[in-house]
């Protein structure tokens, strides 16, 4: 299928409302879980087909362990599904994932099929699929600014471009596009630096109904947007 024009290079998805799409239909939270893998999967295969380079999903984020014990169980249990059963479609469609976030602090079971999985396709080059898990943007930018003391950084040396090094994104662009499902209205502690000039795009639809229609409608209303990153005059188009 033909890319779209004037797709960001960068979406980043906060993929909110599994539990309620699940207790509106009088369904357990698991199967709310798992709706939203199956749209996971779907709008992954949506932007690759529209030519987004990169694509991040706050899968998992450090006060999700707050969550009942077999509901965090489940999620991961899912994710290990979602590894082992994507793999060769990730490798078809030359997609690369990476993980932001605290890799060390997740279940071995989980931090060895996102291992195995990210070493396959270390080598794909078409897109960028970012999981958040076990992620924290408060702790991110703690972290980059203990990486730079660590390097010994003088202060004047400490710029934009030094710290964004730092972050779990470096080397990808900052986000265009932040989508958030469900009709909350905040960023929950995601991609807080990187966020500065993206676009936000909210929607009342709740993530296992967010389709490829949703998908769509989302990046038209982006594309009619001037995007002018704090300045004045013609609309600027990101990279």
């Not at 998805?13 to 539990?19: A, E, F, L, S």
């Not at 799409?21 to 295969?45: N, Q």
């Not at 080397?171 to 989508?179: A, E, F």
């Amino acid at each position: 299928m033909a890319e779209a024009p004037g797709a960001p290079a960068h979406i980043a998805i906060i993929m909110d409302g599994n539990g309620r799409w699940a207790t509106r239909r009088g369904l357990s939270r698991s199967e709310g879980h798992r709706a939203g893998t199956r749209t996971a999967r779907a709008i992954v295969t949506r932007c690759r087909e529209l030519g987004v380079r990169h694509l991040t999903l706050y899968t998992f984020s450090r006060e999700n362990w707050s969550r009942p014990k077999d509901e965090v169980g489940l999620i991961f249990d899912l994710l290990v599904e979602y590894m082992r059963g994507e793999l060769s479609n990730l490798l078809e469609q030359d997609i690369r994932l990476k993980v932001l976030g605290e890799l060390d602090g997740l279940p071995f079971v989980v931090r060895q099929a996102l291992t195995h999985v990210m070493d396959k396709t270390v080598n794909c080059r078409s897109m960028t699929l970012n999981l958040a898990l076990n992620y924290s943007g408060r702790e991110e930018i703690l972290r980059a600014c203990r990486r730079l003391v660590a390097k010994g950084a003088a202060p004047e040396a400490i710029t934009e471009e030094a710290f964004a090094a730092e972050l779990y994104t470096a080397g990808q662009p900052d986000p265009d596009l932040i989508i958030r499902t469900s009709g909350e209205l905040r960023l929950s502690n995601y991609l807080l630096f990187q966020a500065a000039y993206a676009e936000f795009y909210f929607t009342e639809t709740l993530w296992p109904d967010f389709d490829a229609a949703e998908l769509e409608r989302a990046l038209a209303d982006y594309q009619s947007r001037q995007r002018r990153f704090g300045k004045t005059g013609a609309q600027l188009q990101p990279e």
